[in-house]
């Protein structure tokens, strides 16, 4: 599942930063240095190691990942975080810290010349990023259609036999519920993600035009004023034959 798969980077990036920070990572496992184990007992800090699966935020441990991301999503991740960042994907809870952010970290800096170049190679960066966006919009409309088929299977094998719906536990119900309510929330945010990017993508498309249109013109412009130039030093060398003439003539004269 392509949340999962986010998430569980998301993750990744928090062990590799809490690793940077003391701690040491070794086959999967977390062995926390002085620096993250300070409050912990000097036998703990020499022998002790987190196995399975570690919250990077509070270190609890997990026997698997969807335990973990259950808790994560519960108890760390904000539920009004529905701004994601286009090219770092981190998650924001207003549409002001979304600009802002972009604005700080990718936006381009003052006084930097645009180019033709510059601007086709971001019209390709954002090409590839809307296809993407589809490409995952895609994968969680199938799997949001194949958990709504599943839920209709599952109800009508219940009100066939009632023996094996009892047998279902009830977390597994609330799990698909919920499972489906975020995959709901996600396919909201891609499409307004992707709305978003057709507008930047239409945006950077007028301003390579209109930079094409301007380079035609200075380059029209530096034609015009080169052929001025050569008929100027036509003339000039015209005027000076005709006062070398009128220098020698009087000279001639005297």
Known sequence: MNSFKTFMNKVSDRVRDATLEGGVVEGGQLTPS????????????D????????????YTTFQDADKLQAHYEREHLDPASNYVCPVCKLRLTSQQQL????????????????TVDALKEELREVSTTLREERWHTDDLRNE??????????????????????????????AALLDSKTNLSNEAVLLRR??????????????????????????????????????????????????????????????
């Open 193 to 254: 993600q992707q709305s978003q990017a057709l507008e930047d993508l239409a945006a950077v498309r007028r301003q390579l035009a209109d930079t094409i249109s301007k380079a035609d013109r200075l380059a029209a412009d530096k034609s015009s004023m080169e052929s001025r130039a050569s008929e100027c030093a036509v003339e000039r060398a015209d005027l000076r034959a005709k006062l070398d003439l009128i220098t020698e003539e009087r000279t001639m004269q005297d």
């Open 99 to 114: 600009e802002t952010h972009y604005s700080q970290d990718h936006a381009r800096p003052e006084g930097e010349e645009v």
């Open 34 to 45: 002085s620096s993250i184990g300070g409050d912990m007992d000097g036998a703990d800090q």
């Open 144 to 173: 949001l259609q194949a958990l709504q088929q599943a839920l209709q299977a599952k109800a009508a094998a219940g009100g066939e036999d009632g023996e094996k719906e009892d047998m279902v536990p009830q977390s597994q119900h």
């Open 47 to 58: 022998t002790g190691t987190v196995e399975g699966f570690v919250c990077p935020s509070c």
